[in-house]
Antibody
Framework: EVQLVESGGGLVQRGGSLRLSCAAS????????MSWVRQAPGKGLEWVAN????????YYVDAVKGRFTISRDNAKNSLYLQMNSLRAEDTAVYYC??????????????????WGQGTMVTVSS | QSVLTQPPSVSGAPGQRVTISCTGT?????????VHWYQHLPGTAPKLLIY???NRPSGVPDRFSGSKSGTSASLAITGLQAEDEADYYC???????????FGGGTKLTVL
């Protein structure tokens, strides 16, 4: 069974740090781009970051650039999100998601075809 | 304010057809980037419903269909069922932001 399981969420003070993990199973982890997507309380989904299969490319939403770092360990089938200088607005459920590259009329984009159950991060002020 | 605009809510009676719109701009949907749709029930993992504008992953009922035209896309649900009550999100890529973007979400209520 294809599965993603997040861990590492919790309560942290403003300015603090937290490291999220995502354990993948049931598929060849090293063959896929991976992403983190979050949902703040009462808000919609927001893409946070993604990383290429071999870790050579990483992209971030502007709101977390310079504070968050996405990484992966293909030998351990694991994805990580190191979150530093946390702010109240980072409070959210964080989902790990598998990317699928889609090419339509020579234009490439990604959809997210497998998701974890999410881990809650609460930043107290 | 989301880059992709969706109506906050839609509703329909069981058996009816509803559509959810997703309006973008020339830097995302209008450029040709594909649109994908997700169903999200609170407390659960989001589920991919439609990818690349019109395609359904295996296991998704054919009651769900997608379309795209110009700078907009739509999700249609026919034969509405109580279990379809959920939040629905469109998603694409924005070249101006260099970011993957979601719509603000639409809450579907089955009356």
């Amino acid at each position: 069974e294809v599965q993603l399981v997040e861990s590492g969420g919790g309560l942290v003070q403003r300015g603090g740090s937290l490291r999220l993990s995502c354990a993948a199973s049931g598929f060849t982890f090293s063959s896929y781009w991976m992403s983190w997507v979050r949902q703040a309380p009462g808000k919609g989904l927001e893409w946070v970051a993604n990383i290429k299969e071999d870790g050579s490319e990483r992209y971030y939403v502007d709101a977390v650039k310079g504070r968050f770092t996405i990484s992966r360990d293909n030998a351990k089938n694991s994805l990580y999100l190191q979150m530093n200088s946390l702010r109240a607005e980072d409070t959210a459920v964080y989902y790990c998601a598998r990317n699928i590259e889609v090419v339509v009329v020579a234009t490439t984009t990604h959809s997210f075809d497998v998701w974890g159950q999410g881990t809650m991060v609460t930043v107290s002020s | 304010q989301s880059v992709l605009t969706q109506p906050p809510s839609v509703s329909g009676a069981p058996g009816q057809r509803v559509t959810i719109s997703c309006t973008g701009t020339s830097s995302n949907i209008g450029t040709g980037y594909a649109v994908h749709w997700y169903q999200h029930l609170p407390g659960t993992a989001p589920k991919l419903l439609i990818y690349a504008n019109i395609n359904r992953p295996s296991g998704v009922p054919d009651r769900f269909s997608g379309s795209k035209s110009g700078t907009s896309a739509s999700l249609a649900i026919t034969g509405l069922q109580a279990e379809d009550e959920a939040d629905y999100y469109c998603q694409s890529y924005d070249s101006s932001l260099s970011a993957w973007v979601f719509g603000g979400g639409t809450k579907l209520t089955v009356l």
